[in-house]
């Protein structure tokens, strides 16, 4: 399937070719020195995780037979994912397009627009699946997950990251100023409060439901909490394709758009 995506997607392989590690590399070179910005962005789910699944659970109890905090856990899993890649594929990128001009030189060499979009989309994804990582092993020694299953809740968490940082550094090639990047705070705190993160879906009537149901935080917030809690069922496999595709998209756009930017 993802060859055949692939092939209706010019310019896109869904992972960095060996050009495009090139400019991952790059991108790990330059954090060695300043790490500690990759480690902050894990304390905003952290708190959440604290306040509400331990603060406001006390209060609430169980959802759906499961207590708060393993609930809300997963979800802020995935939003830390999908924060992770999505900052730096936005605001990083900005950054590195409009002032830094630095695709200008990675343009003289070998490297061409594909190369870069697959490549700070990786390294997007990398910095989400950190957190990712980091909240698995929290949820394991806070016995918030019920399964063994929760270790899949990384590789879930590497699509939900792909998802974002596709969608992200496709919007940031129509970014003009600093003030643009008002959008996205428009965009991801409504996914963050309404995507079933702190209460079930089913506490939405029609139509609202189904258009919650066909946002991304919620598909991968779907995907990550039923493999957390042991309770998978049919429809991850429509996260699944849905959050790949949606990530391919992505990318074929970035590429696109960078050849009409870099290269007039």
């Known amino acids: 399937m993802l060859a055949s995506l692939a092939r209706l997607m010019p310019g896109t392989t869904g992972l960095p070719g060996r050009r495009g590690i090139r400019l991952l590399e790059r991108n790990v070179w330059v954090y060695r020195r300043s790490w500690i910005a990759l480690v902050t962005g894990f304390f905003e789910p952290l708190f959440y995780l604290l306040g509400m699944g331990y603060g406001m659970g006390a209060l609430v109890g169980e959802i759906e037979g499961l207590p708060y905090a393993v609930f809300v856990a997963p979800a802020l899993m995935a939003t830390a994912a999908m924060n992770g890649a999505l900052y730096d594929s936005t605001f990083n990128l900005f950054y590195k397009l409009r002032y830094a001009r630095t695709y200008d030189a990675v343009l003289a060499t070998p490297l061409g627009p594909a190369d870069v979009a697959s490549g700070e989309v990786a390294w997007a994804l990398i910095r989400g699946s950190l957190y990712a990582v980091a909240f698995v ?29 596709g969608v992200g550094t496709a919007a940031t090639t129509w970014m003009r100023r600093w003030q643009d990047f008002d959008l996205v705070a428009v965009f991801t705190l409504p996914l963050f409060l309404f995507s079933a993160t702190f209460f079930p879906v089913t506490a939405y009537p029609e139509p609202i439901r189904t258009i919650v149901e066909l946002t991304p935080l919620y598909r991968g917030i779907h995907l990550l909490r039923a493999l957390s809690t042991g309770q998978p069922d049919p429809a991850i496999v429509l996260d699944v394709v849905y959050l790949l595709v949606l990530g391919l998209v992505g990318m074929s756009i970035t590429s696109r758009r960078l050849g009409k930017l870099l290269l007039r």
């Open 137 to 165: 092993v929290l949820m394991l020694l806070l016995g918030l997950a019920l399964s063994p299953l929760v270790l899949l809740t990384i590789p879930g968490s590497l699509l939900i990251g792909f998802a974002a940082a």
